[in-house]
Protein backbone atom coordinates (compact mmCIF):
# COMPACT_ATOMS: atom_id res chain seq x y z
CA UNK A 1 0.00 0.00 0.00
CA UNK A 2 1.69 3.15 -1.10
CA UNK A 3 0.34 7.13 -1.57
CA UNK A 4 -1.33 8.20 2.28
CA UNK A 5 0.78 10.69 3.87
CA UNK A 6 0.77 11.05 7.21
CA UNK A 7 2.51 13.40 10.53
CA UNK A 8 4.00 10.65 12.06
CA UNK A 9 7.71 10.34 13.47
CA UNK A 10 10.19 8.39 11.06
CA UNK A 11 12.62 7.14 13.32
CA UNK A 12 15.65 5.91 12.49
CA UNK A 13 17.66 2.76 13.87
CA UNK A 14 21.07 3.36 14.97
CA UNK A 15 23.59 1.02 14.63
CA UNK A 16 27.49 -0.17 15.38
CA UNK A 17 29.34 -2.14 14.02
CA UNK A 18 31.61 -3.94 16.82
CA UNK A 19 34.65 -6.30 16.39
CA UNK A 20 34.73 -9.07 18.47
CA UNK A 21 32.60 -11.51 20.62
CA UNK A 22 28.89 -10.07 21.17
CA UNK A 23 28.35 -11.83 24.23
CA UNK A 24 30.70 -8.75 25.36
CA UNK A 25 28.46 -5.93 23.57
CA UNK A 26 24.55 -7.69 24.34
CA UNK A 27 24.22 -9.56 27.32
CA UNK A 28 20.91 -11.54 26.86
CA UNK A 29 19.05 -13.45 29.48
CA UNK A 30 19.00 -16.54 27.74
CA UNK A 31 20.48 -18.13 24.48
CA UNK A 32 17.22 -17.79 22.06
CA UNK A 33 15.64 -14.77 23.91
CA UNK A 34 13.07 -14.79 21.72
CA UNK A 35 12.24 -18.02 20.91
CA UNK A 36 9.30 -20.18 22.38
CA UNK A 37 9.48 -20.64 25.73
CA UNK A 38 10.59 -24.52 27.62
CA UNK A 39 7.04 -24.78 28.86
CA UNK A 40 5.45 -23.32 32.60
CA UNK A 41 5.66 -19.93 32.26
CA UNK A 42 3.01 -16.96 31.56
CA UNK A 43 2.92 -13.60 32.21
CA UNK A 44 0.21 -13.38 34.18
CA UNK A 45 -1.93 -15.68 36.65
CA UNK A 46 -5.28 -16.18 35.18
CA UNK A 47 -6.66 -15.88 38.77
CA UNK A 48 -5.66 -12.29 39.59
CA UNK A 49 -3.57 -11.11 36.79
CA UNK A 50 -0.53 -11.42 38.46
CA UNK A 51 3.05 -11.16 36.51
CA UNK A 52 5.71 -13.57 36.42
CA UNK A 53 9.51 -13.18 35.90
CA UNK A 54 11.17 -13.49 32.81
CA UNK A 55 12.60 -16.86 32.72
CA UNK A 56 16.72 -17.55 33.01
CA UNK A 57 15.97 -20.33 30.36
CA UNK A 58 14.66 -20.53 27.77
CA UNK A 59 12.78 -17.42 25.39
CA UNK A 60 9.77 -14.63 26.15
CA UNK A 61 6.80 -17.31 25.89
CA UNK A 62 3.81 -15.82 24.11
CA UNK A 63 1.98 -12.91 26.00
CA UNK A 64 -1.56 -14.23 24.34
CA UNK A 65 -3.13 -17.47 24.46
CA UNK A 66 -2.65 -18.59 20.75
CA UNK A 67 -4.92 -21.94 21.34
CA UNK A 68 -8.05 -19.06 21.54
CA UNK A 69 -9.70 -18.33 17.94
CA UNK A 70 -8.32 -19.13 15.16
CA UNK A 71 -4.97 -18.72 13.43
CA UNK A 72 -3.46 -17.24 10.62
CA UNK A 73 -3.46 -20.67 8.51
CA UNK A 74 -6.73 -20.84 9.61
CA UNK A 75 -8.06 -17.77 8.29
CA UNK A 76 -5.54 -18.31 5.06
CA UNK A 77 -7.72 -21.44 4.17
CA UNK A 78 -10.75 -20.42 4.70
CA UNK A 79 -10.24 -17.27 2.38
CA UNK A 80 -9.02 -19.75 -0.22
CA UNK A 81 -12.01 -21.89 0.17
CA UNK A 82 -14.30 -18.57 -0.06
CA UNK A 83 -12.45 -17.22 -2.70
CA UNK A 84 -12.07 -13.78 -1.32
CA UNK A 85 -8.66 -12.81 -3.07
CA UNK A 86 -10.99 -13.09 -6.51
CA UNK A 87 -14.17 -11.30 -5.64
CA UNK A 88 -12.04 -8.29 -4.16
CA UNK A 89 -10.28 -8.14 -7.62
CA UNK A 90 -13.63 -8.53 -9.60
CA UNK A 91 -15.28 -5.13 -7.17
CA UNK A 92 -11.67 -3.46 -7.90
CA UNK A 93 -11.95 -4.12 -11.76
CA UNK A 94 -15.39 -3.36 -12.10
CA UNK A 95 -15.67 -0.21 -9.89
CA UNK A 96 -12.54 0.85 -8.64
CA UNK A 97 -9.12 1.13 -10.32
CA UNK A 98 -9.42 4.35 -13.13
CA UNK A 99 -13.03 4.61 -12.86
CA UNK A 100 -13.51 8.23 -11.81
CA UNK A 101 -17.32 8.07 -11.65
CA UNK A 102 -18.13 8.74 -7.87
CA UNK A 103 -20.88 7.34 -7.67
CA UNK A 104 -19.64 4.06 -9.19
CA UNK A 105 -16.58 4.13 -7.00
CA UNK A 106 -18.82 4.62 -3.51
CA UNK A 107 -21.04 1.24 -5.18
CA UNK A 108 -17.63 -0.59 -5.37
CA UNK A 109 -16.36 0.73 -1.57
CA UNK A 110 -20.11 -0.17 -0.64
CA UNK A 111 -19.83 -4.08 -0.97
CA UNK A 112 -15.88 -3.97 0.00
CA UNK A 113 -17.82 -2.99 3.21
CA UNK A 114 -20.08 -6.13 3.07
CA UNK A 115 -16.80 -8.12 3.74
CA UNK A 116 -16.84 -8.73 7.32
CA UNK A 117 -15.44 -12.49 7.84
CA UNK A 118 -11.69 -11.69 9.47
CA UNK A 119 -10.73 -14.35 6.39
CA UNK A 120 -11.24 -11.35 3.71
CA UNK A 121 -9.12 -9.27 5.44
CA UNK A 122 -5.87 -10.17 4.30
CA UNK A 123 -6.73 -10.71 0.70
CA UNK A 124 -8.49 -7.54 1.09
CA UNK A 125 -5.07 -5.38 2.15
CA UNK A 126 -2.97 -6.75 -0.65
CA UNK A 127 -5.66 -6.90 -3.59
CA UNK A 128 -5.84 -3.39 -2.92
CA UNK A 129 -2.56 -1.81 -2.16
CA UNK A 130 -2.16 -0.53 -5.25
CA UNK A 131 -5.63 1.64 -5.08
CA UNK A 132 -6.14 4.79 -4.77
CA UNK A 133 -5.45 6.82 -1.46
CA UNK A 134 -9.79 6.90 -1.34
CA UNK A 135 -10.05 3.03 -1.55
CA UNK A 136 -7.16 1.98 0.94
CA UNK A 137 -8.32 4.70 3.67
CA UNK A 138 -11.79 3.76 3.24
CA UNK A 139 -10.51 -0.36 3.46
CA UNK A 140 -8.67 0.92 7.19
CA UNK A 141 -12.00 3.00 8.00
CA UNK A 142 -13.88 -0.41 7.69
CA UNK A 143 -11.85 -2.61 9.44
CA UNK A 144 -11.60 -0.51 12.44
CA UNK A 145 -15.71 -0.88 12.31
CA UNK A 146 -14.86 -4.86 12.63
CA UNK A 147 -14.23 -5.61 16.29
CA UNK A 148 -11.68 -7.22 17.45
CA UNK A 149 -10.79 -9.09 14.63
CA UNK A 150 -10.32 -5.96 12.43
CA UNK A 151 -7.97 -4.06 14.88
CA UNK A 152 -5.55 -6.93 14.30
CA UNK A 153 -6.01 -5.99 10.78
CA UNK A 154 -5.31 -2.10 11.14
CA UNK A 155 -1.74 -3.38 13.49
CA UNK A 156 -0.67 -5.55 10.61
CA UNK A 157 -1.14 -2.65 8.34
CA UNK A 158 0.90 -0.24 10.75
CA UNK A 159 3.61 -3.38 11.45
CA UNK A 160 4.12 -4.84 7.74
CA UNK A 161 3.39 -2.21 5.30
CA UNK A 162 6.04 -0.67 3.23
CA UNK A 163 4.32 2.73 3.10
CA UNK A 164 5.04 5.20 6.01
CA UNK A 165 1.65 6.89 5.50
CA UNK A 166 -0.53 3.78 5.19
CA UNK A 167 1.26 2.36 8.63
CA UNK A 168 0.74 5.69 9.96
CA UNK A 169 -3.26 5.70 9.17
CA UNK A 170 -3.50 2.22 10.34
CA UNK A 171 -1.58 2.98 13.78
CA UNK A 172 -4.03 5.78 14.61
CA UNK A 173 -6.84 4.00 14.27
CA UNK A 174 -5.80 0.65 16.57
CA UNK A 175 -7.79 1.40 19.78
CA UNK A 176 -5.96 1.75 23.42
CA UNK A 177 -6.28 -0.70 25.39
CA UNK A 178 -4.83 -3.18 22.43
CA UNK A 179 -7.46 -6.24 22.21
CA UNK A 180 -6.03 -10.39 22.66
CA UNK A 181 -5.77 -10.23 18.62
CA UNK A 182 -3.62 -6.89 18.08
CA UNK A 183 -1.13 -8.62 21.02
CA UNK A 184 -0.87 -11.69 19.29
CA UNK A 185 0.26 -9.51 15.91
CA UNK A 186 2.20 -7.41 18.12
CA UNK A 187 4.07 -10.77 19.60
CA UNK A 188 4.69 -11.75 16.37
CA UNK A 189 6.34 -8.55 14.79
CA UNK A 190 8.42 -8.43 18.14
CA UNK A 191 9.93 -11.69 17.69
CA UNK A 192 10.94 -10.60 13.67
CA UNK A 193 14.90 -10.71 13.07
CA UNK A 194 13.60 -8.04 10.35
CA UNK A 195 14.61 -4.77 12.46
CA UNK A 196 12.04 -2.71 10.02
CA UNK A 197 9.34 -5.22 11.64
CA UNK A 198 10.48 -5.10 14.97
CA UNK A 199 10.82 -1.28 15.29
CA UNK A 200 7.41 -0.67 13.60
CA UNK A 201 5.97 -3.04 16.07
CA UNK A 202 7.60 -1.08 18.73
CA UNK A 203 6.41 1.85 18.06
CA UNK A 204 2.47 0.79 17.71
CA UNK A 205 3.38 -1.07 21.50
CA UNK A 206 4.56 1.97 22.69
CA UNK A 207 1.33 3.94 20.84
CA UNK A 208 -1.09 1.68 22.08
CA UNK A 209 0.60 1.57 26.05
CA UNK A 210 0.50 -2.23 24.96
CA UNK A 211 2.17 -3.01 28.78
CA UNK A 212 1.99 -6.89 28.21
CA UNK A 213 4.89 -6.32 25.32
CA UNK A 214 7.51 -5.53 27.80
CA UNK A 215 9.29 -8.64 28.14
CA UNK A 216 9.43 -8.73 24.45
CA UNK A 217 10.48 -4.41 24.20
CA UNK A 218 13.13 -5.58 26.58
CA UNK A 219 14.95 -8.07 24.40
CA UNK A 220 13.96 -6.58 20.90
CA UNK A 221 15.27 -3.24 21.47
CA UNK A 222 19.02 -4.59 20.85
CA UNK A 223 19.56 -7.27 18.07
CA UNK A 224 22.84 -8.62 16.92
CA UNK A 225 23.89 -9.76 13.08
CA UNK A 226 26.81 -11.77 12.30
CA UNK A 227 28.84 -10.34 9.31
CA UNK A 228 28.90 -13.00 6.71
CA UNK A 229 31.60 -11.87 3.98
CA UNK A 230 34.60 -14.23 3.12
CA UNK A 231 37.91 -13.06 3.75
CA UNK A 232 39.63 -9.84 5.45
CA UNK A 233 36.24 -7.18 6.15
CA UNK A 234 39.22 -4.58 7.05
CA UNK A 235 42.77 -4.08 8.40
CA UNK A 236 44.44 -1.33 10.00
CA UNK A 237 48.43 -1.20 9.45
CA UNK A 238 50.82 1.33 11.64
CA UNK A 239 53.97 0.48 9.66
CA UNK A 240 57.58 2.06 8.62
CA UNK A 241 58.25 1.29 5.25
CA UNK A 242 61.86 0.74 3.80
CA UNK A 243 62.83 1.05 0.35
CA UNK A 244 65.85 -1.79 -1.17
CA UNK A 245 66.87 -2.91 -4.36
CA UNK A 246 65.39 -6.47 -4.58
CA UNK A 247 66.90 -7.23 -8.01
CA UNK A 248 69.02 -5.94 -10.70
CA UNK A 249 68.11 -6.29 -14.62
CA UNK A 250 71.13 -5.91 -16.84
CA UNK A 251 70.53 -4.07 -19.67
CA UNK A 252 72.83 -4.31 -22.87
CA UNK A 253 73.34 -2.34 -25.67
CA UNK A 254 76.35 -1.48 -28.62
CA UNK A 255 79.41 -0.71 -25.89
CA UNK A 256 76.92 -0.19 -23.42
CA UNK A 257 75.95 -2.15 -20.14
CA UNK A 258 74.08 -0.77 -17.38
CA UNK A 259 71.31 -2.59 -14.71
CA UNK A 260 67.57 -1.34 -14.17
CA UNK A 261 67.52 -1.60 -10.18
CA UNK A 262 63.88 -3.05 -8.93
CA UNK A 263 63.02 -1.23 -5.93
CA UNK A 264 61.35 -3.51 -2.83
CA UNK A 265 59.77 -2.28 0.45
CA UNK A 266 59.94 -3.85 3.73
CA UNK A 267 57.58 -2.91 6.26
CA UNK A 268 57.84 -2.85 9.93
CA UNK A 269 55.12 -2.37 12.57
CA UNK A 270 51.93 -4.15 13.40
CA UNK A 271 48.93 -4.92 11.07
CA UNK A 272 45.60 -5.52 12.36
CA UNK A 273 43.37 -8.34 10.18
CA UNK A 274 38.98 -7.89 11.00
CA UNK A 275 37.97 -11.34 9.66
CA UNK A 276 34.99 -11.50 11.66
CA UNK A 277 32.79 -8.70 13.19
CA UNK A 278 29.32 -8.28 14.47
CA UNK A 279 26.51 -6.02 13.73
CA UNK A 280 25.15 -4.46 16.96
CA UNK A 281 21.73 -3.06 16.03
CA UNK A 282 19.33 -0.65 18.73
CA UNK A 283 15.90 -0.37 17.73
CA UNK A 284 15.37 3.00 18.93
CA UNK A 285 11.59 3.07 18.49
CA UNK A 286 11.31 -0.11 20.24
CA UNK A 287 13.57 1.72 23.25
CA UNK A 288 11.47 4.77 22.88
CA UNK A 289 8.11 2.96 23.90
CA UNK A 290 10.04 0.72 26.46
CA UNK A 291 11.17 4.10 28.55
CA UNK A 292 7.82 5.47 28.18
CA UNK A 293 5.51 3.24 28.66
CA UNK A 294 7.89 1.70 31.92
CA UNK A 295 8.37 4.94 32.99
CA UNK A 296 4.74 6.19 32.98
CA UNK A 297 3.23 2.76 34.95
CA UNK A 298 6.41 2.20 37.23
CA UNK A 299 6.18 6.24 38.12
CA UNK A 300 9.80 5.96 37.94
CA UNK A 301 12.38 6.97 35.11
CA UNK A 302 13.78 3.90 33.41
CA UNK A 303 15.60 6.09 31.20
CA UNK A 304 19.15 5.09 33.02
CA UNK A 305 19.09 1.42 32.02
CA UNK A 306 19.94 2.78 28.27
CA UNK A 307 20.40 -0.18 26.18
CA UNK A 308 21.50 -2.44 28.94
CA UNK A 309 19.37 -5.89 28.30
CA UNK A 310 20.55 -7.44 31.95
CA UNK A 311 19.96 -4.39 34.02
CA UNK A 312 16.51 -4.16 32.37
CA UNK A 313 15.81 -8.11 33.26
CA UNK A 314 16.69 -7.39 36.49
CA UNK A 315 14.54 -4.07 36.86
CA UNK A 316 11.67 -6.35 35.94
CA UNK A 317 12.17 -9.32 37.83
CA UNK A 318 12.86 -8.10 41.11
CA UNK A 319 10.94 -4.27 41.09
CA UNK A 320 8.47 -4.65 38.74
CA UNK A 321 7.06 -7.92 39.21
CA UNK A 322 6.51 -7.60 43.01
CA UNK A 323 5.09 -3.75 42.12
CA UNK A 324 2.79 -5.04 39.98
CA UNK A 325 1.33 -7.58 41.45
CA UNK A 326 1.02 -5.41 44.84
CA UNK A 327 -1.12 -3.31 42.94
CA UNK A 328 -3.23 -6.04 41.82
CA UNK A 329 -3.91 -7.05 44.91
CA UNK A 330 -4.62 -4.14 46.49
CA UNK A 331 -6.81 -3.67 43.39
CA UNK A 332 -8.55 -7.32 44.27
CA UNK A 333 -8.86 -6.60 48.06
CA UNK A 334 -11.05 -2.92 47.14
CA UNK A 335 -13.16 -4.90 44.45
CA UNK A 336 -14.03 -7.91 47.23
CA UNK A 337 -14.56 -4.93 50.17
CA UNK A 338 -16.90 -2.99 47.32
CA UNK A 339 -19.06 -6.36 46.83
Not at 123 to 146: C, K, N, S, W, Y
Amino acid sequence: MSGVTGDGEMSHTAMSIQCGIAALLVWLPAASALGQADGGWEQTDPRYGLLSPIPVNGGVPPIVDFMQGRTEADLDDWAKARQYAKTIRQIAHKYLGRMRVESIRAQGLAELKELTDPAAFMPMIRELDREADDVRLAVLDHFTGQGSEGQAALAWVAIYDDDAGDRYQAARRVTTPPSEPVLAVLDKALRSPKHEVASNAGALAGAVNALKTIPLLIIAQTSSDTVTQQGDLAWIAIQTQRPFIRALIPIVNDNVAAFQPIVGVIGEGVVMRVVDAVVVVYRTPVHRSLVAMTTSDWGQSTAGFGYDNRGWWEWYNNQYVPFKNEEARVARLAAEEGD
